[in-house]
């Protein structure tokens, strides 16, 4: 047998093992969603009896009565306003510090960079007390402001955005400053446009973090006109009877939908943003 033949039969085999591999990984990761779906159409007694086989009758029961229990409309529209809020302010001063921190030249630019990484080492629960406090003696709790202005500059996110920004040629940036334009030029005309990859990947994972939070809700948010989805499924789970559960799986379908849409949306920008980046 050939050296060539064998060569060939290693890789088909390589591949085989890939696939089978990357199959189980699609299968742990889409089943969570398929659970929920699954659940969600069938009755509250055969969730508690039969909760992993297929429905023997498929039900749209739990969707109806979330509609008129469990007030969606405003819930959405708080969970979205300040996602939506949360992710543009990310996307914008996260994008002009990774900028200023990639391509700017100034003095004390790697040491302060140090810093902030250095920041991402302590435990956020030691500032809940202090946040809170200020926050309270500022007069924004309760208040969206409360959780938007906090959460508008990530230092992961500058981090990410600055290894991304640092791989585009330091050429174009010079050659534009010599054409006259501005920094805030550059950033809107070169960096904007050639860091698409890394943005849609902050703005994914800042709307999922903040659609998802639970905690900062609870802490700051303590009117039910303030609610989000998050917040109003957990106060709403503890008024539904067992024999009812087909209203939280629904409930739970309906929050999980808008977060697996985004991702179908940007999943390109997000898997290029880390096939690109580089940590050094």
């Known amino acids: 047998m050939s050296n060539t033949s064998v060569r060939r039969r290693r890789i088909r085999w390589g591949r085989?093992?890939?696939?089978?591999?990357?199959?189980?990984?699609?299968?742990?990761?889409?089943?969570?969603?398929?659970?929920?779906l699954m659940n969600s159409f069938k009755p509250g007694p055969e969730i508690l009896h039969n909760p992993t086989r297929?429905?023997?009758?498929?039900?749209?029961?739990?969707?109806?009565?979330?509609?008129?229990?469990?007030?969606l409309p405003r819930l959405f529209a708080n969970s979205l306003f300040l996602a939506i809020s949360i992710t543009v302010l990310n996307v914008v001063l996260d994008g002009f510090a990774a900028y200023a921190l990639a391509k700017i030249p100034f003095p004390g630019r790697e040491p302060l960079f140090a810093i902030m990484?250095?920041?991402?080492?302590?435990?956020?629960?030691?500032?809940?007390?202090?946040?809170?406090?200020?926050?309270?003696?500022?007069?924004?709790?309760?208040?969206?402001?409360?959780?938007?202005?906090?959460g508008a500059v990530s230092v992961y996110s500058i981090f990410l955005l600055r290894q991304f920004i640092r791989q585009i040629p330091?050429?174009?940036?010079?050659?534009?400053?010599?054409?006259?334009?501005?920094?805030?030029g550059i950033f809107l005309r070169i960096i904007l446009p050639m860091s698409r990859p890394a943005l849609g990947t902050v703005a994914i994972l800042t709307f999922m973090g903040s659609w998802n939070d639970f905690f900062g809700p609870l802490?700051?948010?303590?009117?039910?006109?303030?609610?989000?989805?998050?917040?109003?499924?957990?106060?709403?789970?503890?008024?539904?009877?067992?024999?009812?559960?087909?209203q939280i799986w629904a409930a739970i379908a309906v929050i999980t939908a808008p977060l697996?849409?985004?991702?179908f949306l940007l999943q390109d920008q997000f898997m290029a943003a880390f096939a690109n980046v580089r940590f050094k």
């Not at 890939?18 to 929920?36: E, K, R, S, T």
């Not at 500032?127 to 003696?137: D, G, K, M, S």
């Not at 697996?260 to 991702?263: D, I, P, S, T, Y």
């Open 16 to 36: 085989v093992v890939a696939y089978v591999l990357l199959l189980l990984g699609a299968v742990v990761v889409i089943y969570p969603f398929f659970y929920i």
């Open 54 to 71: 297929l429905p023997s009758h498929w039900v749209t029961t739990g969707y109806r009565l979330i509609w008129s229990q469990l007030n």
């Open 117 to 150: 990484l250095g920041t991402m080492m302590i435990p956020s629960i030691l500032f809940l007390i202090p946040t809170y406090v200020f926050l309270y003696r500022l007069g924004w709790v309760p208040g969206f402001k409360a959780l938007i202005i906090p």
């Open 170 to 184: 330091t050429e174009l940036v010079e050659a534009a400053r010599l054409d006259g334009a501005s920094e805030l």
């Open 219 to 246: 802490l700051y948010l303590n009117k039910p006109e303030l609610w989000t989805v998050q917040l109003g499924l957990y106060q709403f789970q503890t008024t539904v009877p067992g024999e009812n559960a087909e």
């Open 260 to 263: 697996v849409l985004l991702f």
